[in-house]
C-alpha cells in the first residue's frame, strides 16, 4: 500500500500524464511540478525541461530563480493558489463520480478507482509541491507522503465499506464525505513543507489562520504563537477538519 504513491509517480507515463493535467488545470505556473532540484545548474534545468517544453533562456532563468531553495521560495499565497486550483479539478472529478454512484449510474467498483486515484493525484502534487518538484523530494519526503497517502486509502476502503454494508446513505452526506478526501491534501503539503523547514534549521513555528472560518481549535492554536516546530496539531487536526485553510510560518 505505501508503495503505491511512488510507484504511481515514478512511473514516467503516469507522471508525464499527471503533469500534462497540472499544466492545463493550473494555467498561471503549469511547470511548477517540475521545479528543479536543490542545487541544479541552469544548463541541467534547460537540458531536463525539454522533454515537456522547449527550453526558452528566460522562461528557465526565471524559473531557476524561483526555485533556487525549493518551491519554499515561492510566497506561500502563490504557491497556494497553484495547488488549490488543482484541487478543485479533483474535487469536481470526485463529485462527478460520487453523484453517479448515488444515482445508480455508476458501480462502486469503478467509483473506487476514481476516488484511488484522486488521492493518488491530490495528495501526491501536494506533497511534490511542498518539497520543491520532482526534482526536489527526498526519501524522507517520499516516506511521509506514502504513509500519509497509505492512511488515506485505509479511510477509503472503510468508506467502500460502509456503503456497501448501507451505514453511508448514498446522499448528499456522501457527496461530502468523498470531497474531504481531496481536501485533505492541505494538510499533507503541510506536513511535508514541515519536515523541510526543519531540516533547513528552523525550530519554531506558529499556526497562521487561513481566509474561512475558523472553528475554535484553529483559533486556540493560533494563539499559542511561537513554539517548537512539530509541537503543535496538523493541518486538519482540528474541529474543522479537511476544510481547515491554516497553514504554517517558521523562523
Known amino acids: 500500500m505505501l508503495q503505491e504513491v511512488r510507484d504511481y509517480w515514478y512511473d514516467h507515463s503516469e507522471r508525464d500524464r499527471i503533469l500534462e493535467n497540472w499544466a492545463r488545470v493550473v494555467e498561471k505556473y503549469p511547470y511548477l511540478l517540475l521545479a528543479v532540484p536543490r542545487n541544479a545548474s541552469v544548463d541541467s534545468i534547460r537540458a531536463g525541461s525539454k522533454r515537456y517544453k522547449p527550453a526558452e533562456d528566460l522562461y528557465w532563468d ?3 530563480l524561483l526555485y533556487w531553495l525549493g518551491a519554499a521560495v515561492l510566497p506561500y499565497s502563490e504557491l497556494m ?3 488549490e486550483a488543482f484541487l478543485a479539478f479533483w474535487r469536481d472529478r470526485v463529485a462527478a463520480a460520487s453523484k453517479k454512484l448515488i444515482f445508480g449510474k455508476m458501480p462502486i467498483l469503478r467509483w473506487e478507482r476514481s476516488m484511488r486515484q484522486a488521492v ?3 495528495h501526491g502534487a501536494a506533497g511534490v ?3 520543491g518538484g520532482f526534482a526536489s523530494i527526498t526519501e524522507a519526503e517520499w516516506g511521509v507522503l506514502e504513509k ?3 492512511q488515506q486509502m485505509a479511510l477509503l476502503d472503510r468508506f467502500k465499506a460502509q456503503i456497501l454494508s448501507g451505514q ?3 446522499d448528499g452526506r ?3 464525505r468523498a470531497r474531504m478526501y481531496v481536501d485533505a491534501a492541505r494538510g499533507t ?3 511535508i513543507r514541515r519536515g523541510l523547514f526543519a531540516q533547513r534549521g528552523y525550530k519554531e513555528e506558529r499556526r497562521v489562520l487561513g481566509v474561512a472560518e475558523h472553528c475554535p481549535d484553529c483559533l486556540a492554536y493560533a494563539a499559542l504563537g511561537w513554539q517548537p516546530i512539530g509541537t503543535l496539531p496538523p493541518i486538519g487536526d482540528s474541529a474543522c477538519k479537511t476544510n481547515c485553510h491554516c497553514h504554517f510560518e517558521y523562523r
Request: hydrophobic share 70%.
Open 148 to 150: 500519509i497517502v497509505g
Open 168 to 170: 453511508q446513505p448514498l
Open 62 to 64: 526565471a524559473l531557476l
Open 189 to 191: 503539503h503541510e506536513e
Open 174 to 176: 456522501l457527496l461530502v
Open 120 to 122: 493518488l493525484m491530490a
Open 81 to 83: 493558489a497553484a495547488l
Open 129 to 131: 509541491l511542498a518539497s
